[in-house]
């Protein structure tokens, strides 16, 4: 074989700081249908020595989220938006001010305003999610 069919994205996963403030989040401002929630005990990453718990998020138009509970023993790593690595999670909306207006009416914090990006067809809004996630709301021009 030379090369690989990829058919799409399975999953995201996110490591949660405080797993029910992130649950809260893709669920009542994501609106993102929860599934079921996974334990791991017995199963311990790199560097740690008790089990963890995965819960499940439909994505809608396909996929699912998955998020990692390891009762408060995730690390925070300050990144800065140069950095190698993901940069953000970006989800296609129809309307991006009414999405902006939603997120700052919960509380969302808000990275980039509302901005046009004429070259590349597109109005976006970067904020973060509870554990400082940058997730962006696309919105084709």
Same mark, same amino acid.
């Given at each position: 074989?030379?090369?690989?069919? @990829? *058919?799409?994205?399975?999953?995201? $996963?996110?490591?949660? *700081?405080? &797993?029910?403030?992130?649950?809260?989040?893709?669920? !009542?401002?994501?609106? &993102?249908?929860?599934?079921?929630?996974?334990?791991?005990? +017995?199963?311990?990453? #790199? +560097?740690?020595?008790?089990? &963890?718990?995965?819960?499940? &998020?439909?994505?809608?138009?396909?996929? *699912? /989220? !998955?998020?990692?509970?390891? +009762?408060?023993?995730?690390?925070?790593?300050?990144?800065?938006?140069?950095?190698?690595?993901?940069?953000?999670?970006?989800?296609? @909306?129809?309307?991006?001010? $009414?999405?902006?207006? /939603?997120? *700052?009416?919960?509380?969302?914090?808000?990275?980039?305003? =509302?901005?046009?990006? #004429?070259?590349?067809? =597109?109005? @976006?809004?970067?904020?973060?999610?509870?554990? +400082?996630?940058?997730?962006?709301?696309?919105?084709?021009?």
């Amino acid at each position: 074989m030379d090369t690989i069919t @990829v *058919r799409g994205i399975d999953h995201v $996963a996110i490591n949660t *700081r405080d &797993f029910p403030a992130s649950a809260k989040f893709y669920a !009542e401002v994501m609106g &993102f249908h929860r599934r079921e929630t996974v334990p791991m005990s +017995g199963t311990n990453p #790199p +560097g740690t020595s008790a089990g &963890f718990s995965i819960t499940y &998020f439909e994505i809608p138009g396909g996929g *699912r /989220m !998955e998020l990692f509970d390891y +009762g408060g023993r995730s690390r925070d790593v300050a990144r800065e938006e140069t950095d190698t690595g993901l940069r953000h999670l970006a989800f296609a @909306v129809d309307d991006v001010k $009414a999405a902006e207006k /939603m997120l *700052r009416e919960k509380g969302v914090p808000i990275v980039l305003p =509302a901005t046009d990006i #004429p070259s590349l067809g =597109a109005r @976006v809004v970067l904020f973060l999610d509870p554990g +400082g996630v940058t997730l962006e709301f696309c919105e084709k021009l």
